[in-house]
């Protein structure tokens, strides 16, 4: 692995399913973020973890829930997934100089 | 108000031509700066850090004026693959994790 992967690339869902997204870096970043990004809004976080064991709210929590075991792994959990959730997520590092390095995205459709 | 904004454009550029485009920030407190580059809804890729004293990377030219509280990009000789929509990235925290503030992108159109 060489940076950020995410899965799945993309998914449709049914509402009221449940959903988790991958993500896993390989650069030993301690902080990771995850964001949606939908047209004309720009990215915005969702939840975000400083490092391993930690994890914290962004500006659009609701609805998700995140957990941090491990360094390299952040996973996005959707419990009950709704349409407005549809929407392309990307989970992101960054390193010491607080420059951000993202994943390839997956793109949810929720119906 | 956004605490980053950016003309969306597009800005339709002729190849070769120059384009410059700018990124308002409304938090003063602002550590960092960054330009990211965006394709077809692709993951955002870093361009350019954006350093106090400007900088410049190839045909690429970024400048921070803090006192007004914005970052501009300028793009020299503009080639058809510079099409693409341009991030204005804030970074709040100097430590190794960030509280990033994203623009939603200035889209350009580079045409033959």
């Known amino acids: 692995i060489a940076g950020i992967t995410q899965a799945p690339t993309s998914q449709i869902l049914a509402a009221g399913r449940r959903m988790t997204l991958r993500c896993t870096q390989d650069?030993?970043?301690?902080?990771m973020y995850w964001y949606r990004q939908d047209l004309g809004l720009g990215l915005r976080l969702i939840h975000y973890?400083?490092?391993?064991?930690?994890?914290g709210k962004g500006e659009v929590p609701d609805g998700y829930s995140v957990s941090r075991a491990n360094t390299d792994d952040f996973p996005l959990t959707l419990a009950s997934a709704v349409p407005s959730q549809t929407s392309v997520y990307f989970c992101?590092?960054?390193?010491?100089?607080?420059?951000?390095?993202f994943g390839p995205g997956t793109r949810l459709t929720v119906l | 108000r956004k605490e980053v904004e950016q003309d969306p454009g597009p800005f339709n550029v002729p190849e070769g031509a120059t384009v410059a485009f700018n990124c308002t920030y409304s938090?003063?407190?602002?550590?960092?700066f960054f330009w990211y580059r965006q394709d077809c809804r692709k993951e955002p890729k870093l361009l350019m850090s954006?350093?106090?004293s400007g900088n410049e990377d190839g045909r690429f030219t970024a400048q921070l004026n803090r006192a007004s509280q914005y970052i501009s990009l300028l793009i020299r000789d503009s080639k058809l693959s510079d099409s693409a929509t341009y991030l204005c990235?804030?970074?709040?925290?100097?430590?190794?994790?960030?509280?990033?503030?994203f623009g939603a992108g200035t889209q350009v159109v580079v045409t033959p």
């Open positions: 992101a590092s960054s390193d010491r100089t607080g420059t951000e390095f």
């Open positions: 650069m030993r970043h301690n902080a």
């Open positions: 973890s400083n490092t391993a064991g930690t994890t």
């Open positions: 938090n003063s407190a602002s550590q960092s």
């Open positions: 954006v350093y106090s």
């Open positions: 990235v804030v970074n709040m925290r100097t430590d190794s994790w960030g509280k990033f503030q």
